[in-house]
C-alpha cells in the first residue's frame, strides 16, 4: 500500500491538479524511449538540423511554464507528408513536415506544441497505457521482481499502438485548455490556438484530414474548439507583448520546399 501511495500521486494539470498514476515516471521514460526507437526506426527524421533545433526552441519555451519539468523532452520533425504531430509517453514528441507546412505563424506551431506537452503533462498517455496493459502486466512492470525487460517490451508495443489511435475527446480538450494557458505564460499569442484550430477546419472541408492523432475523429469538432479557445481567451489577462512570429515562420518553411 505504501508503495502504491508513493507512485499514485502525480501531478497532471495545471494548479497542482493530481490523479492516480501507477507506472512511475522512471518507467514511463523507458517506455517513452523505446517508442521513440521504433518511431526512428519507421519514420525519416528531417535531415535539417535548423528545423530541429527550431521546434526544440519552442517547444523548451513552453515546457519551462509547465506544470511537468520533471522529465527531459525531446522534439523531432519527421518528413512526412502526414498532417499529424503526437506525443509518446515519458516527453518524446513529434511533429511531421506535413502539418508545419500548413501553418502561417509561430504562434500556430505554438498552440500544437503546447497542446501536445499538455498531453504530457496530463499523462493522458500513460492513463491509457496503464488501462490497456492490465493490472497483472502494469503490476510486473513496476512490481515484478528480477528482469522486467518482458512487462517493459510489451509496454512499449502497446504504446506505439495507442499513440495513433486517439485520445478521448474529454482528454483533447483538456490538453485544449492547457495549452492556451501555457500559450499565454510561454509569452505566445493563444489566439494562434484559433487560426490553428481554424486551418484545421479548413482542411476536413476540404478532405485532406489526416486519420491518424492530430485530426483523428475523437477530437472535437473545430467548431466546439474555436468557440472553447475564444472562450477561454476572452478570460484570460494578455499583454500587448505577445509572440506571433508569422516572418520567422514563413522563412524556415520555405526550408521545407514544396
Same mark, same amino acid.
Request: aromatic content about 8%.
Given at each position: 500500500?505504501?508503495?502504491?501511495? $508513493? ?5 497532471? #494539470? ?18 517513452? =524511449?523505446?517508442? !521513440? ?28 511554464? @509547465? ?6 523532452? +525531446? ?6 507528408? =502526414?498532417?499529424? %504531430? ?11 513536415? #506535413? ?7 509561430? %504562434?500556430?506551431?505554438? !498552440? ?9 503533462? !496530463? ?14 502486466? %502494469?503490476?510486473? $512492470? ?8 518482458? %512487462? ?15 485520445? @478521448? ?37 476540404? +478532405? ?5 492523432? $492530430? $485530426? ?18 476572452? =478570460? ?14 514563413? =522563412? ?7
Amino acid at each position: 500500500v505504501l508503495l502504491l501511495l $508513493l507512485v499514485a500521486c502525480a501531478t497532471t #494539470g495545471p494548479g497542482g491538479e493530481k490523479s492516480l498514476i501507477l507506472i512511475p515516471t522512471s518507467y514511463e521514460v523507458s517506455i517513452g =524511449q523505446g517508442m !521513440a526507437q521504433q518511431v526512428r526506426a519507421q519514420e525519416t527524421v528531417l535531415p535539417d538540423s535548423a528545423w530541429q533545433a527550431y521546434l526544440n526552441e519552442v517547444g523548451q519555451r513552453i515546457v519551462r511554464v @509547465s506544470d511537468r519539468t520533471d522529465i527531459e523532452y +525531446h522534439f523531432t520533425v519527421i518528413e512526412s507528408d =502526414q498532417v499529424n %504531430a503526437f506525443a509518446a509517453p515519458g516527453g518524446y514528441i513529434y511533429f511531421y513536415t #506535413g502539418l508545419l507546412k500548413k501553418m502561417e505563424s509561430e %504562434a500556430e506551431m505554438a !498552440a500544437v506544441m503546447a497542446h501536445e506537452i499538455s498531453h504530457v503533462v !496530463a499523462r493522458h498517455g500513460i492513463k491509457r497505457l496503464q488501462a490497456a496493459m492490465g493490472v497483472q502486466l %502494469a503490476y510486473q $512492470l513496476v512490481f515484478g521482481d528480477g528482469d522486467q525487460s518482458e %512487462a517493459l517490451n510489451a509496454a512499449v508495443g502497446i504504446g506505439m499502438g495507442l499513440a495513433f489511435a486517439g485520445y @478521448s475527446r474529454e482528454n483533447e480538450r483538456e490538453a485544449d485548455r492547457y495549452g492556451i494557458i501555457y500559450m499565454r505564460d510561454a509569452g505566445y499569442d493563444p489566439r494562434g490556438a484559433v487560426d490553428m484550430f481554424e486551418t484545421l477546419k479548413e482542411l476536413r472541408g476540404d +478532405h485532406q484530414a489526416s486519420s491518424l492523432e $492530430l $485530426l483523428a475523429s475523437s477530437h472535437p469538432e473545430a467548431d466546439e474548439r474555436i468557440q472553447n479557445a475564444r472562450q477561454q481567451i476572452a =478570460q484570460l489577462q494578455l499583454s500587448g507583448n505577445l509572440t506571433v512570429g508569422r516572418d520567422r515562420y514563413q =522563412q524556415m518553411v520555405q526550408r521545407l520546399g514544396d
